[in-house]
């Protein structure tokens, strides 16, 4: 079992930067990707950043000039780094983590909003 607790949500203006946290607690052994999603209202939920195998990174057509994902282990934590935000990326933010096969299985966290707004 793995459990996920987001944190950094809040309201920021446009252009401002924001930092999310996902603490990881649990076996994370078999763990294949960390990753953040997110979920406007009215639509379905999508991944706008990902870590694959603890190197790689991938990111959304959305996330890709504005969000930087890292992960310190010694830490336990998952970040999402945004920066230049406009009111397009007001969403609930959700960790993701992902065991690898033969399970496939997805653990979530509890969501953080993000609000931007003047």
């Known amino acids: 079992q793995v459990q996920l607790v987001e944190s950094g949500g809040g309201l920021v203006q446009p252009g401002g930067s924001l930092r999310l946290s996902c603490n990881v607690s649990?076996?994370?052994?078999?763990?294949?990707?960390w990753g953040w999603y997110r979920q406007a209202p009215g639509e379905q939920r999508q991944k706008v950043a990902a870590i694959i195998q603890n190197f790689r990174l991938e990111y959304s057509d959305a996330g890709k000039d504005r969000f930087t994902i890292d992960r310190d282990a010694a830490d336990n934590t998952v970040y999402l780094h945004m920066h230049y935000l406009n009111p397009e990326y007001t969403a609930v933010y959700y960790c993701?983590?992902?065991?690898?096969?033969?399970?496939?299985?997805?653990?979530w966290g509890q969501g953080t909003q993000v609000t931007v707004s003047s």
């Open positions: 993701n983590a992902e065991e690898g096969a033969p399970t496939w299985y997805e653990y």
């Open positions: 649990g076996n994370i052994r078999s763990i294949y990707a």
